[in-house]
C-alpha cells in the first residue's frame, strides 16, 4: 500500500451548479476520513443539520463563510443566521486561517453571504462516501432546474447521517438581501 499525493487542484471533482467539489481522499483511496475541498459560491447555505455518528472539520482557505457550532437556546425552523446558544455564542464571520470542528450530536452550517466565493477544506470520519452524497445533492440541483426539492434532500440527507434543521438554499447574489451588521461581524 501506498500514501496518496495530490498536485494542487487535483482530484476528482464535481461541479454542479451551486458547488464545485475536489475529493482528495475518500474511501475509494482507503480512507477512513472523506477529506474535500469545497468552493462555496455565494448565497449558498448549507442549512443547519446534525450527524449522529460524524464528527467534521472545516478550515477556510480563501473568502468568507459565516460558521455555526453549537446548540441554539432556540430553534428556528427557516433559518440559523441569528441562533444564539445558552451562553451567548452567536454564528461567526470566518475569514482565510478560521477553522470549525463539529463533534457528533452538535448543530452547524456554513453560509456565502459575501459576493466573492469561498474556499474550504472539509474532513468527515467516520467516512459516510460523500463522494456519492454529493452526486446524489448534484442530482436533486438538477431535477429541480435551479431550486431545491426539499423533500429529495431530507430523503437524501437521512440515509447518510444527516438531520436537517433549516432548509439548503441557494440564493446567487442579485437574490441576497444585505447582511445585517451582526452577520457582517460588526
Known amino acids: 500500500m501506498t500514501g496518496l499525493i495530490l498536485p494542487p487542484g487535483q482530484g476528482r471533482k464535481l461541479i454542479t451548479k451551486a458547488q464545485e467539489v475536489t475529493f482528495k481522499a475518500t ?14 459560491p455565494p448565497g449558498f ?9 460524524s464528527q467534521e ?14 446548540e441554539p437556546a432556540k430553534r428556528t425552523e427557516e433559518s440559523w443566521h441569528d441562533w444564539e446558544s445558552p451562553d451567548g455564542d ?9 477553522c470549525m470542528f463539529v463533534p457528533p450530536g452538535i448543530p452547524h452550517a456554513f453560509r456565502n453571504a459575501t459576493d466573492k466565493p ?13 463522494e456519492r452524497y454529493f452526486e446524489e445533492i448534484a442530482e436533486i440541483w438538477a431535477a429541480g432546474g435551479g431550486s431545491v426539492d426539499a423533500d429529495a434532500v431530507e430523503r437524501m440527507r437521512q440515509r447518510y447521517d444527516v438531520s436537517q434543521l433549516t432548509p439548503l438554499r441557494y440564493e446567487p447574489p442579485t437574490l441576497l438581501r444585505p447582511q445585517s451588521a451582526t452577520e457582517r461581524g460588526a
Open 90 to 98: 452567536r454564528v461567526v464571520r470566518a475569514t482565510e486561517g478560521a
Open 45 to 53: 447555505d448549507v442549512g443547519a443539520h446534525v450527524h449522529n455518528d
Open 57 to 70: 472539520f472545516f478550515y477556510v482557505l480563501e473568502g468568507e463563510l459565516q460558521l455555526l457550532a453549537f
Open 27 to 40: 474511501k475509494a483511496q482507503g480512507s477512513s476520513v472523506s477529506i474535500f475541498e469545497v468552493v462555496v
Open 118 to 130: 469561498a474556499r474550504m477544506l472539509f474532513q468527515s470520519y467516520p467516512s459516510p462516501d460523500h
